[in-house]
């Protein structure tokens, strides 16, 4: 496993890391999720991101139960904040931040979060409030570093514009072979401001690992199935997407490795990109995942998978 450092901070975090979205305590029983984390470690994987709104505290309880006992220097933890965790609680107001930090801690079983993310922007909020209260949760001891999740870049640069508060050294984006568009601006902005990318759907909700095929109904297990991801997953699930991506295989095969691996590794090749996400719901696939780590692949390749994934967006809807 390959490690890089998350932005301007001081943290080395693993190229892949683990996320517990839609598994951890919502769809994945404690012994599987536990065995996941174990073998993350093994792999040589030290970042685990997850949020207080997955499963509305559970993913960050069985978290916290499954890693009760480790180092705390042993890994990279980080959390979220903004989603709905009740009828009332919800946003990144002072009074949220200050009382999500603390359920989030608690489930957590830790005092200090190494990375606290905001998961989205709060319109309601004004900034100045949501980066001070922020930067308090920083000086009380309870987080380390701050990030942020899907802001615009008009959004990140009034932020890196304040003065008087802690800044972000962390954007978590989706990003991935099929989805590019934080190379527009997002990473860019990032780049030069000391923020590092931590990459959700690096394999577009399991479509870049190659197993939906075209004209074939998903399997029962897949997350393209589930009431929860199906239609998220919809845009990805078009025919000539599909299509695209089993020609991709082949290119992957001449890399010497499996299309997982080739997406993961593709994600890999910014500079910017300090970690892409991961999740799974068995220890086999952490080993598939953790394999890209570190994979020295011909630009050629990634050039020509590139070139079939826009013949695909260039083509009419």
Not at 121 to 134: Q, R, V
Not at 162 to 185: A, C, D, I, N, W
Not at 220 to 246: F, K, Y
Request: proline share 5%.
């Amino acid at each position: 496993m390959k490690y890089r450092q998350l932005g301007a901070s001081d943290l080395q975090v693993s190229e892949i890391s683990l996320g517990s979205w839609l598994t951890y305590g919502v769809g994945v029983e404690m012994d599987k999720a536990r065995a996941c984390v174990n073998r993350s470690f093994d792999l040589g994987i030290n970042f685990i991101d997850t949020a207080n709104v997955y499963g509305r505290g559970a993913a960050e309880s069985v978290l916290g139960e499954v890693l009760a006992g480790r180092p705390r220097d042993s890994y990279v933890l980080a959390t979220k904040v903004f989603g709905q965790m009740s009828d009332t609680d919800q946003g990144l107001s002072a009074a949220q931040i200050a009382k999500q930090i603390d359920g989030s801690l608690q489930r957590l079983r830790v005092d200090c979060v190494d990375l606290y993310q905001c998961h989205r922007y709060d319109t309601n909020t004004p900034l100045e409030e949501t980066m001070e209260a922020l930067t308090k949760v920083v000086k009380q001891g309870k987080a380390r570093w701050l990030g942020f999740s899907e802001w615009s870049p008009a959004q990140i640069e009034a932020a890196i514009a304040m003065t008087g508060v802690e800044h972000f050294v962390s954007s978590q984006p989706q990003y991935s072979l099929l989805y590019r568009r934080p190379e527009q601006k997002v990473i860019p902005i990032s780049a030069a401001n000391g923020i590092s990318q931590i990459v959700w759907s690096p394999l577009a909700q399991g479509v870049l690992t190659g197993k939906y095929l075209p004209g074939q109904p998903a399997g029962p297990e897949t997350r393209a199935m589930s009431d929860s991801m199906g239609q998220a997953m919809r845009n990805w699930l078009r025919p000539e997407i599909l299509e695209a991506v089993q020609k991709l295989k082949p290119i992957a095969a001449e890399a010497g490795c499996t299309l997982t691996q080739f997406s993961l590794a593709w994600v890999l090749r910014e500079p910017n990109i300090a970690s892409a996400i991961v999740g799974a719901s068995r220890p086999e696939q952490l080993d598939e995942n953790a394999a890209a780590s570190g994979l020295s692949i011909d630009p050629a390749l990634f050039a020509k998978a590139e070139a079939i994934v826009e013949q695909v967006e260039r083509a009419p809807a």
